[in-house]
């Protein structure tokens, strides 16, 4: 139990679906990170959040859209999305965004069809 | 650019030691991580290096020389349940964690 829960564990839709991913933390951080995980790839990190506010956006499509509504919860919406966005989505925590330990939930693993 | 490299694959046998390595070129270094993922979970915290030498935690080591952007993870007394993929992610200037591809460990009987 590493204290960062995620919702679904498993996710499939289709192209044209809208779906939501949704992750808390129970570690009192103030960061909160939406990395994807393909399969002998590095993870690649998405958003970032840092006391609720978006800091890092690394180039992500729009069919992706975050939200944060407070320090414990994080949220990822899907739509539109396409066949190559299949991955493991992790959500991870962190005291702040320095050198602080991320720690990680177990991820939704997404199909898209 | 930025880029991590380790061992796509790696096998040992139990009771026996492993070395993995990881070489790193980063603008910036705030840092070395090597996280533990086993097959469909988390990946959890394992150790974090940054300065120059061996930290030991139990049956795991972490090694560290930043003049070479070089890391290593030594698991001794290998166990069964220590087959996993070993991520190594360095921070760089800027705070983010550029993750290595990861390397999959199978320990045999």
């Known amino acids: 139990e590493t204290g960062v829960t995620q919702t679904p564990r498993h996710l499939v839709m289709g192209m044209t679906n809208k779906k939501s991913l949704k992750c808390e933390q129970h570690l009192g951080h103030n960061a909160m990170y939406w990395y994807k995980q393909s399969a002998k790839k590095p993870l690649e990190l998405m958003f970032v959040y840092n006391f609720k506010e978006q800091t890092e956006n690394n180039s992500v499509p729009s069919r992706f859209s975050p939200e944060c509504p407070n320090s414990s919860h994080l949220f990822l919406h899907l739509h539109t999305l396409q066949p190559e966005d299949s991955a493991l989505y992790l959500c991870?925590?962190?005291?702040?965004?320095?050198?602080?330990?991320?720690?990680f939930g177990p991820g939704t693993r997404l199909t898209v069809l | 650019g930025q880029n991590i490299d380790q061992p796509t694959e790696m096998t040992a046998t139990e009771g026996a030691i492993v070395q993995i390595n990881c070489t790193y070129q980063t603008s910036g270094f705030n840092g070395l991580f090597w996280y533990q993922q086993h097959a469909g979970e988390a990946p959890t915290f394992l150790s974090y290096?940054?300065l120059d030498g061996l930290e030991e935690k139990g049956r795991f080591s972490s090694f560290l020389s930043r003049s070479k952007g070089y890391s290593y993870l030594l698991l001794k007394e290998l166990q069964m349940k220590d087959s996993a993929s070993y991520l190594c992610a360095v921070m760089d200037s800027n705070y983010q964690l550029i993750w290595g591809a990861g390397t999959k460990l199978i320990i045999k009987p």
């Open positions: 991870a925590s962190s005291q702040d965004t320095s050198t602080d330990t991320q720690y």
């Open positions: 290096n940054v």
